[in-house]
């Protein structure tokens, strides 16, 4: 989702909401499903941006969604926020 964000800012350019309309439509599309806020999508965003490679074989893909969260709010650099995810993953 986060890539796909990504993909969409760079077709339109910055400031053409993306993020606000995309999450207008899902829940439009979706209206029984959580999940679909302008924060959680611009979580996802941030997310693609901090690890744009697949995230299947690294320690954040063993974390919850919240947990990932508060490293990408806590943390600035991409070394910080994998240490921790690491250590998450391995120590609960």
Known sequence: MGHLILG???QE???TK???RLAANLKAAFPNQRGFSRSNLMY???MA???PGPIVQQPV???PWGHITV???KLETQPELDFYAAQAA???
């Open 18 to 20: 993306v993020v606000a």
């Open 49 to 51: 941006r901090t690890w």
């Open 44 to 46: 996802t965003h941030k």
């Open 8 to 10: 969409q800012q760079a």
């Open 61 to 63: 893909a063993q974390l």
């Open 13 to 15: 350019g910055w400031g």
């Open 71 to 73: 490293l990408m709010t």
């Open 90 to 92: 391995r120590n609960g």
